[in-house]
Structure formats: structure tokens, C-alpha cells
């Protein structure tokens, strides 16, 4: 069974940074892909950024590119995302994913995550 245990969110002011991560467990964190996926009050979860099995490739939302920076260590079965320069609109629950092989990137959003973990809340104050 795939477990997915998000940690690192707080409060933070406008201009702040953390630093997100997401243990894996239950399968071979290597061999999928691994993502974040913010939901924010009243709106629906979003794409932000996902990494590659191996680490090669990533995409990131146009919202954040620059500011945000994801990273995997699977040796330690681990997904960060360092956020820099947050701003109060990156308030949201942050969600990592994972999927079953099959997911992809359309060119402005990733599709076919399959499993969830139970979330951590940012909150970034002005």
C-alpha cells in the first residue's frame, strides 16, 4: 500500500521560504514520478511542480518557476519543494502525489497522479 507523509508547513510571511517533504513508503519510490499539488480555500487542487523517477526532468506551474524548486533523494525514498519568495497567494493545503507509471505533462499541467497523501498547510502572511 502506498503511504504518503507530507511535512514542513507553518506560517510564514511574504517574502519567507520553506522547505516541504514527503516520505514514501509501501513500493520502489524510484521507479515513479512525484509531486506537489496545492489546494487553496474554495478552489480546486493544482499542478506546481513534479519530478521524474530519476530526478532528470521537472515542470513547474508558471506561477511559481523561479521561485519554487523540486528535488527528490531516493536513496531516502524523499520528495522536497523548497518555496522562496512566498507570497500570500501560496496558501494552500500542499498535497504530494505519486503515480503508477502513466502520468504526463500536456504543457500546462499533470495529468494521471494516482495517489495522495493527507496534506500540509502553508500559510503565508502579507
Known amino acids: 500500500q502506498v503511504q504518503l507523509v507530507e511535512s514542513g508547513g507553518g506560517l510564514v510571511q511574504a517574502g519567507g521560504s520553506l522547505r516541504l517533504s514527503c516520505a514514501a513508503s509501501?513500493?520502489?519510490?524510484?521507479?515513479?514520478?512525484m509531486g506537489w499539488f496545492p489546494q487553496a480555500p474554495g478552489k480546486e487542487r493544482e499542478f506546481v511542480a513534479v519530478?521524474?523517477?530519476?530526478?532528470?526532468?521537472?515542470y513547474y506551474a508558471d506561477s511559481v518557476k523561479g521561485r519554487f524548486t523540486i528535488s527528490r533523494d531516493n536513496a531516502k525514498d524523499t520528495v522536497y519543494l523548497q518555496m522562496n519568495s512566498l507570497k500570500p497567494e501560496d496558501t494552500a493545503v500542499y498535497y504530494c502525489?505519486?503515480?503508477?507509471?502513466?502520468?504526463?505533462?500536456?504543457?500546462?499541467?499533470?495529468?494521471?497522479?494516482?495517489?495522495w497523501g493527507k496534506g500540509t498547510l502553508v500559510t503565508v502572511s502579507s
Open positions: 519530478i521524474s523517477r530519476t530526478g532528470g526532468n521537472t
Open positions: 502525489a505519486t503515480d503508477r507509471g502513466f502520468s504526463y505533462y500536456n504543457g500546462s499541467t499533470y495529468i494521471g497522479m494516482d495517489y
Open positions: 509501501g513500493r520502489t519510490f524510484s521507479s515513479y514520478a
